[in-house]
């Protein structure tokens, strides 16, 4: 009787640890964190890197095959091939898709697939994203920004030695971040070139929430605010993500098997497309996030997965 009381009293004592533990515990354990409705459509080009939305469909610019696919609601596909090597980075200028292909060149794409190549005036530059101000293209790449206009003029800014790896409008400025300088830059329409340092860490994508802009920072957070001022936050796992995009009311991040939403004050909830345990219930995998292409069609985020061919459709 005496040694069942100790069991007893000593089950009661490790549980008490065990949740103690569970809710400091940040080393990833995988039944924290809740899920989310999703849904796998296979069939991109190869290696969709990034994704984007044209008010009724989604593309993917698919750096395997120098192609894009475009995306209907119900998830069936079509894909265009002939867009310039390796396309990295894919916008919406409101008619046409544009993506920006390692090659330096950008390609622009009709609705119904016809497209047209221009050249940013070295094909050895690499480019690495691609956004769209009202007016112009905007590319960041290897070493230099560069603007596109409707004419077909390019003017680079060389601003500092490094990768653009992503760029973001909003609204007045061009945003661009510098991985390697560990800072964000500002480019107003007449040209001129703000550099903010001070993030706490490389980083690596931005969006922009209507007010503020946001980068993920080698699995960090940082908020700039209009005038540059840096408030950094730490991140959680899955704040390593290349897939950043502002969506209803939050910030998104997509990272491998991670989703990541993040409210204006920087907290964060993460949540996962793989077999975790959740109220005891099991959930199936419905695909691998990865690299940076997240979009958002209103209602739904949408992910691509590089390395199985496919896009993820997310619920918020």
Known sequence: MKFALTQTVLLIILSFVCIDCKKND????????????????????????????????????????????????????????????????IAFDGTNMWTANSSGTVTKVTPTGTMTTFSLGDASVQNFSIAFDGINMWIGGYLKISKLSPEGIVTNFFP???????????????????????????????GLVSTFKGLNGGPNSIAFDGTNMWTCNEGNLSKINPEGIITN????????????????NTIWVAWQNWATKIDSNGNQTLYSNEPILVSRDFISPLGIFSNKGIAYDGKNLWITNTSDNSVTKITI
């Open 233 to 248: 936050f730490n991140g959680k796992y899955g704040m390593a993500g290349y897939g950043m995009i502002f969506a209803g």
């Open 26 to 89: 940040n080393s990833g354990d995988k039944s924290l964190y809740p899920v989310l409705v999703m849904k796998t459509y296979t069939g991109t080009g190869a290696n969709p890197v990034d994704i984007c939305f044209d008010g009724n469909n989604m593309w993917t610019a698919n750096s395997g095959e120098n192609s894009v696919t475009k995306i209907s609601p119900d998830g069936s596909m079509v894909s265009y091939t002939g867009t310039g090597l390796n396309p990295v980075g």
């Open 160 to 190: 500092e030695l490094d990768s653009f790896i992503d760029i973001a409008y909003d609204g007045t400025n061009m945003w661009a971040v510098s991985y390697g300088l560990k800072s964000i830059l500002k480019i107003t329409p007449s």
